[in-house]
């Protein structure tokens, strides 16, 4: 069970330990404490209170990210407890299941993550009961899950639901653009469509009717940015520089469309002539006696 330790020592790394409500920063501020002293015995038993008040206010970034921390610090304690730490998470998955569906989720979604990184898992069941109800996860912010989730600076695509937090995890790019699409986020249908497509020049058609779809929107210099990193090597420069100028034009107001014209800079910058510079140096052989 060394991989679940792994697992939730990097789901934790990437949750900081922030005070996102005025009534959990005292304990907080004592769980940062503890750990200066290096007291994990001490960390755990306020993570339990931490836990049992964010069970009272229905605080669910407060509730697993000392679920979390405090399964993390007993397996540090006593690594031959991660097996009863993986089965503490199952419970409590199951404990919630029929009766508070978004935390349900989340606990599986967790579930899904570490189960995928087991020989013997069943990520697949976990993740499909993560994803169980797209529109109930959209109807929730991922902001109200902080410390768990860092809210990022593109989630505005999103609306900043937590359905798009948990279904990129799971990897249903699918399944979440086929909800975005049903309510009319194209945006967000766009970037999810774009993120199931492969990045191999076979992909090309299938970025093509994507761009064509979503040509309107900004977002689709994104599409545009994949699609030249599928052309390969193998593409003529001119039908490259082509492409570009045309990208350039179409999605100018693009915050990440400067890349291409970064490759468009690099693929009209002046080049040395290699065979010329390897006749320069046979004559300088020459010359100086050396052949």
Known sequence: MKKLFIILSIIFLLLPITMTAQSFDALWQQVNQAEQKDLP???ISLLKKIEQKG???KAYGQILAASLLASRLQTEIA???AEVELKRLKAKAKMVEGKDEVLSAIYNCILGVISRNDDDGNADDYFKKALANPSLLASQKAADFKPLIVVGKDDNIFKGDLLHVIGMQVGNYDKLYSYYKSVGN????CYTALMGIKNEKES???????????????ICGEVALKRYACMGEDTPVEEKIAYIDNALVRWASWNRIVALRNAREELTRPMF???LISVMLVRRRR???LS
Request: charged share 30%; net charge negative; no cysteine.
């Open 273 to 275: 002539d290699v065979s």
């Open 55 to 57: 069970q009272k206010e």
């Open 41 to 43: 015995k001490t960390q």
């Open 287 to 289: 010359i100086i006696g």
């Open 186 to 189: 194209r945006e967000a249908a």
């Open 79 to 81: 690594p031959d407890s």
């Open 204 to 218: 090309i058609p299938k970025l093509d009717s994507l761009m064509q779809e979503y040509s309107d929107l900004p």
